[in-house]
Structures are given as C-alpha cells and as structure tokens.
C-alpha cells in the first residue's frame, strides 16, 4: 500500500514519455486520473490480498511463483487500463478539433497487408 502511490507516478510518467507524450500532457493527464488510479490500485491490492494468502498458506514453493506472477499481471493490467484509457481518446480528440495526424496514430490505425 506504501509504495503504490510511487508505482502508479512512475507508470503515468514512464509510460507517458515511452509513447512520445509530452511532459505537460503527462502532467495534465496525472493531475485528473492520479487519485482515481491509486484509489483503484488499493481497491485491487486488497482484492488480491485474499489470494495471496492462500496461495503462500496451502500452495507449495513452485506454484506460489506461478501464482503471484498471475496475480501481479491482474494488477499490471488494471493499471495500465486506468493509464490508457484517457491517452486513446485525447489523441483521436486532439485530431477531430484541429486536423491533426502523427506518424504514431497513423501506426495504430494501420493495418500490414500480408
């Protein structure tokens, strides 16, 4: 609970700058949905906290691993949702207001023909 404050920052910021965002829209985007995803990143913990026991009580070594990898990809995945799902619509937005086309918005749209 501590550290997933600093956890989901670190995701907004890095995942932000990795998709070629600009500093003041990560920061615009963090201000609105930090809270929100911090609250719902607890809200999971302590979902999760349930199945963690069990699995580290009744469940020998080598499936714990197994276990907590898959728990953890639940919570990775609920958090990247809450990072994403404003970022989708502000670029398609962003192009019906002012016309505008990037290579990286191009790239999602297209598909290769094979």
Known sequence: FIFDGLFVGLMFVTTGLGEGYKMRDIAKQFRKDYV????????????????????????????????????????????????????RGAVSQEEEVHGVHNLRTMEQVAVPAH
């Not at 979902?47 to 990898?69: D, I, Q, S, T, Y």
């Not at 953890?72 to 990247?80: L, P, Q």
């Open 36 to 87: 929100g995803a911090v609250k719902t990143s607890w809200s999971t913990s302590v979902l999760l906290m349930p199945l963690e026991f069990l699995l580290f009580r009744f469940f020998p070594l080598n499936v714990r691993v197994l276990g907590m990898n898959m728990i953890d990809i639940v919570w990775e995945g609920m958090m990247s949702y809450l990072v994403h799902k404003r970022r």
